[in-house]
T-cell receptor, first 115, second 114 residues
Framework: AQSVTQLDSHVSVSEGTPVLLRCNYSSSYSPSLFWYVQHPNKGLQLLLKYTSAATLVKGINGFEAEFKKSETSFHLTKPSAHMSDAAEYFCVVSNPGGGADGLTFGKGTHLIIQP | GAVVSQHPSRVICKSGTSVKIECRSLDFQATTMFWYRQFPKQSLMLMATSNEGSKATYEQGVEKDKFLINHASLTLSTLTVTSAHPEDSSFYIC??????????FGPGTRLTVL
């Protein structure tokens, strides 16, 4: 069994300041981990993916995430927030077999950017 | 690469009618396609998984006779909401995978049933 916990339902930061969106997971396997972003009334866009290569994963739009096995965490960060980053962010874990029955979504974190 | 489209983006229909939503992988062949439903301010709920040429696998609690899924080719899957009712109003999102476990999501379809 696997699970994903996004520790904050809402995060608010000022434009230009760092962003930290927290995600903890549990998995019986060595999982693949993803972060997706969803803007209002849009589908999900893949930000980045971890698949047991480098533990620090760089994604699009300046985002990155670090896989820490000892802490079972995969937090998403960005050095400087931009207004366009305001969106819903989902942390997702997949078991090595892939497929939807191995895909577990977090409940999402709503990122608010203050001007 | 890995672009997934959905059509229509929005649809409004009367109660009792059926609505078909298309999901296409535009630049790759999708071994598997998935259909999700998302309620306002909530995460995605997996409805069913479909592989080309075989019957869809539905998640527990999802009525297969109400949500008909057809996966006729490696680039097209359709979801038909039959005899739609207001409680079926939701945001429906499809995704597709190639050979890896990365899912590529469509832009979603907003269904409103009057």
């Amino acid at each position: 069994a696997q699970s994903v916990t996004q520790l904050d339902s809402h995060v608010s930061v000022s434009e230009g300041t760092p962003v930290l969106l927290r995600c903890n997971y549990s998995s019986s396997y060595s999982p693949s981990l993803f972060w997706y972003v969803q803007h209002p009334n849009k589908g999900l866009q893949l930000l980045l993916k971890y698949t047991s290569a480098a533990t620090l994963v760089k994604g699009i739009n300046g985002f990155e995430a670090e896989f820490k096995k000892s802490e079972t965490s995969f937090h998403l960060t960005k050095p400087s927030a931009h207004m366009s980053d305001a969106a819903e962010y989902f942390c997702v874990v997949s078991n090595p077999g892939g497929g939807a029955d191995g895909l577990t979504f977090g409940k999402g974190t709503h990122l608010i950017i203050q001007p | 690469g890995a672009v997934v489209s959905q059509h229509p983006s929005r649809v409004i229909c009367k109660s009792g009618t059926s609505v078909k939503i298309e999901c296409r992988s535009l630049d790759f062949q999708a071994t598997t396609m998935f259909w999700y439903r998302q309620f306002p301010k909530q995460s995605l709920m997996l409805m069913a998984t479909s592989n080309e040429g075989s019957k869809a696998t539905y998640e527990q609690g999802v009525e297969k006779d109400k949500f008909l899924i057809n996966h006729a080719s490696l680039t097209l899957s359709t979801l038909t909401v039959t005899s739609a009712h207001p409680e079926d109003s939701s945001f429906y999102i499809c995704s597709a995978t190639r050979t890896t476990d990365t899912q590529y999501f469509g832009p979603g379809t907003r269904l409103t049933v009057l």
